[in-house]
């Protein structure tokens, strides 16, 4: 249980940072929100991966997980970035 806290909060930094510095959101976003945003990602990355390729959700921390999880948590910037606006 405790590792896989320790996992998810590892995979939610890693993928948070690494989105944030391609979509440009890096000087506004701090660990807590790459946290956030990449734990968020890889719900939003696993479920297009599985529903739209067929392909396996994130399953712990290995590369796969951590690509699939920069690809919801950029999904997810680029929204959040039309919604509120941001250039």
Same mark, same amino acid.
């Given at each position: 249980?405790?590792? !896989?806290?320790?996992? /998810?909060?590892? $995979?939610? *930094? $890693? *993928?948070? /940072?690494?989105?944030?510095?391609?979509?440009? #959101? #890096?000087? @506004?976003? +701090?660990?807590?929100?790459?946290?956030?945003?990449?734990?968020?990602?890889? =719900?939003?990355? +696993?479920?297009?991966? !599985? @529903? *739209?390729?067929?392909?396996?959700?994130?399953? +712990?921390?290995?590369? =796969? !997980?951590?690509?699939? !999880?920069?690809? +919801? *948590?950029?999904?997810?910037?680029?929204?959040?970035? $039309?919604?509120?606006?941001?250039?």
């Amino acid at each position: 249980m405790i590792m !896989s806290l320790i996992s /998810w909060l590892i $995979l939610g *930094a $890693l *993928a948070g /940072w690494i989105a944030s510095k391609i979509t440009g #959101d #890096d000087p @506004r976003m +701090g660990i807590g929100l790459n946290i956030i945003v990449g734990i968020i990602g890889a =719900y939003i990355g +696993g479920f297009i991966a !599985s @529903r *739209a390729f067929n392909l396996d959700t994130v399953s +712990g921390l290995n590369i =796969y !997980s951590i690509v699939i !999880s920069i690809i +919801g *948590a950029v999904i997810l910037l680029l929204i959040v970035g $039309l919604i509120t606006g941001k250039k």
